[in-house]
């Protein structure tokens, strides 16, 4: 599976925008990238995913890059409650594994009253 | 509507004893989906079912563990017989049918404790 690379850690203030950062240069023309989050004592819990252009929802943005090799997460106003892990993964489509998430040790992100 | 659910949610266990776990997926949902995150370690995946079919196993770590979705409903993972090493949360997602772009949907996880 294509590797991702996210910081360790990030910290923000409430109410202040928060960008996330991940890079994956090795990713493959089918690879979706996904956007989980993992809140204490839960499972991990869908947050967005793109394939090549920008995407917005109700929880975040996700804006990638022309080359597909960097995306960045952007939670546009923090709040308390989105104080949790982030991880960045690409999810083939098709084939026999396309269920399948790898994920890494993501970014845990701390927000600041 | 009722999310992915697991039961149970904190199970302690003597090492050799058997466990099973169990987990509920959305109703309508082809695709299940094992994963679990030891101690210190990243999410791991486990396995993945279409309907009652396994689709991908690779992701098992030995011959202990067993899962099973009979009917293509509610699926169980049984850990026969249990070590140290099989302590940790262990995760059910599941998905519809689709081909692979869309999102997993998780349950709360299963802790398991092998003492």
């Known amino acids: 599976d294509a590797k991702t690379t996210q910081p360790n850690s990030m910290e923000s203030n409430e109410e202040e925008p928060v960008h996330l950062p991940c890079n994956h240069s090795t990713i493959s023309g089918t690879d979706y990238i996904h956007w989980y989050r993992q809140l204490p004592s839960q499972g991990p819990e869908y947050v967005i995913h793109?394939?090549?252009s920008n995407v917005n929802n109700r929880m975040a943005s996700l804006a990638i890059a022309e080359d597909r090799k960097s995306s960045t997460l952007i939670l546009h106003r923090a709040t308390l409650r989105d104080a949790a892990v982030y991880y960045c993964?690409?999810?083939?489509?098709?084939?026999?594994?396309?269920?399948?998430?790898?994920f890494g040790q993501g970014t845990i992100l701390t927000v600041h009253p | 509507e009722a999310g992915v659910t697991q039961f149970p949610s904190h199970s302690v266990i003597e090492k050799g004893q058997t466990v099973t776990l169990r987990c509920d997926p959305i109703s309508g949902h082809d695709n299940l989906y094992w994963y679990r995150r030891v101690m210190g370690k990243e999410i791991k995946f486990l396995l993945h079912f279409v309907k009652e079919s396994k689709q991908d196993e690779s992701g098992m770590p030995n011959n202990r563990f067993l899962a099973e979705r009979t009917g293509g409903t509610y699926s169980t993972l049984k850990v026969q017989p249990a070590e140290l090493e099989d302590s940790g949360v262990y995760f059910c997602a599941s998905s519809p049918r689709d081909l692979g772009g869309g999102e997993l949907f998780f349950g709360e996880g299963s802790r398991l404790t092998v003492l």
């Open positions: 993964i690409l999810k083939g489509a098709g084939g026999t594994s396309y269920g399948k998430l790898t």
């Open positions: 793109g394939l090549t």
